[in-house]
């Protein structure tokens, strides 16, 4: 069993920066893949960035384009999600997610943090 806290939400100015965490009980961390995916009013929850367990491969989703970074600390048990030239369009609750193995669909995770908050104003 692994339970997940994200952190970090709140608003945040286009163009700016925000860093969102995801920690995570348990001491198998390192075993698990990890993946933030967002949700926007409206609209359905889709895939942001994901990592392996050892942080060595990482995946994003086309519309991050070099603005957001996922890296992990293993020996903290902690998941993050740097974004930059935040975008109004960003605006969504920001989730964790831990897998078997790196992917980009949800099914494909077991564990899910209770989400983050995060609003850009234009």
């Known amino acids: 069993q692994v339970q997940l806290v994200e952190s970090g939400g709140g608003l945040v100015q286009a163009g700016g920066s925000q860093r969102l965490s995801c920690a995570a009980s348990?001491?198998?961390?390192?075993?698990?893949?990890m993946g933030w995916f967002r949700q926007a009013p409206g609209k359905e929850r889709e895939f942001v960035a994901s990592?392996?367990?050892?942080?060595?491969?990482?995946y994003y989703a086309t519309f991050v384009k070099g603005r957001f970074t996922i890296s992990r600390d293993n020996a903290k048990n902690t998941v993050y999600l740097q974004m930059k030239s935040l975008k109004s369009e960003d605006t969504a609750v920001y989730y964790c997610?831990?897998?078997?193995?790196?992917?980009?669909?949800?099914?494909?995770?077991?564990?899910w943090g209770q989400g983050t908050q995060v609003t850009v104003s234009s």
């Open positions: 997610a831990a897998g078997p193995s790196v992917a980009r669909g949800q099914r494909s995770y077991d564990y």
């Open positions: 348990g001491r198998t961390f390192s075993s698990y893949a």
């Open positions: 990592i392996s367990g050892s942080g060595h491969s990482a």
